[in-house]
């Protein structure tokens, strides 16, 4: 499975921001996908995760009624719409898709997008 995440940029803080994270390959394998965000001089950390079949979402708090995670089956793609971004949102944002496990387990990784929020 091959992942590519676009949209990232510079935003100011209050302001709204897509990624998207095309999937291609063996596809039928994913069971679910994930953003994760790494922040300069912080660990890599969990953003939000979307179930491939039935689209059970889940949030790490800090994100929760800000960001919302949804996915398009029949494009293959996955998408993270980001309101009301902080400066605190700054950071390297990566797409994941797992094979099964748990929200925090990945098996396929994109390349990073870059999101700065400036305030």
């Known amino acids: 499975v091959q992942l590519q995440a676009s949209g990232g940029g510079l935003v100011q803080a209050g302001e709204s921001l897509r990624l998207s994270c095309a999937t291609s390959?063996?596809?039928?394998?994913?069971?679910?996908m994930g953003w994760f965000r790494q922040a300069p001089g912080k660990e890599r950390e969990f953003v939000a995760g979307?179930?491939?079949?039935?689209?059970?979402?889940n949030y790490v708090e800090s994100v929760k009624g800000r960001f919302t995670i949804s996915r398009d089956n029949a494009k293959n793609t996955m998408h993270l719409q980001m309101s009301s971004v902080k400066p605190e949102d700054t950071a390297v944002y990566y797409c994941?898709?797992?094979?099964?496990?748990?929200?925090?387990?990945?098996?396929?990784w994109g390349q990073g997008t870059l999101v700065t929020v400036s305030s």
């Open positions: 979307v179930r491939w079949i039935g689209g059970t979402t």
């Open positions: 994941a898709a797992s094979r099964g496990g748990s929200w925090y387990e990945y098996d396929f």
């Open positions: 390959g063996r596809t039928f394998s994913i069971q679910h």
